[in-house]
Nanobody
Framework: QVQLVESGGGLVQVGGSLRLSCAAS????????IGWFRQAPGKDREFVAR????????YYADSVKGRFTISRDYAKNLVYLQMNSLKPEDTAVYYC????????????????WGQGTQVTVSS
């Protein structure tokens, strides 16, 4: 079992930055791939970014490429999502998720989810 807790969300103005954290507990966290997803009101959950268990392979949605950076700190069992140049369309609840196996952007292939953290970008 892996437990995930997101933090770092909040209200920010257009063009601002936030860093989200995903704290993990449970066995073998370092062997899981981690993804960040988001869900805006009335919309489906969508993929944002993911990182491999080794940290050497990252992938981003086109909508955030060049603005967001995913990274992981193995010593602290943390995964970060640095978000820069935020836009109103980035407003959503952000979730981190953990899964084993092949790298993927599909939410259903992640086994463990956090409770989410709200990000609101005001214009």
């Amino acid at each position: 079992q892996v437990q995930l807790v997101e933090s770092g969300g909040g209200l920010v103005q257009v063009g601002g930055s936030l860093r989200l954290s995903c704290a993990a507990s449970g066995r073998a966290f370092s062997s899981y791939r981690i993804g960040w997803f988001r869900q805006a009101p009335g919309k489906d959950r969508e993929f944002v970014a993911r990182i491999s268990w080794s940290g050497g392979n990252t992938y981003y949605a086109d909508s955030v490429k060049g603005r967001f950076t995913i990274s992981r700190d193995y010593a602290k069992n943390l995964v970060y999502l640095q978000m820069n140049s935020l836009k109103p369309e980035d407003t959503a609840v952000y979730y981190c998720a953990a899964g084993a196996g092949a790298l993927t952007t599909i939410p259903d292939r992640y086994d463990y989810w956090g409770q989410g953290t709200q990000v609101t970008v005001s214009s």
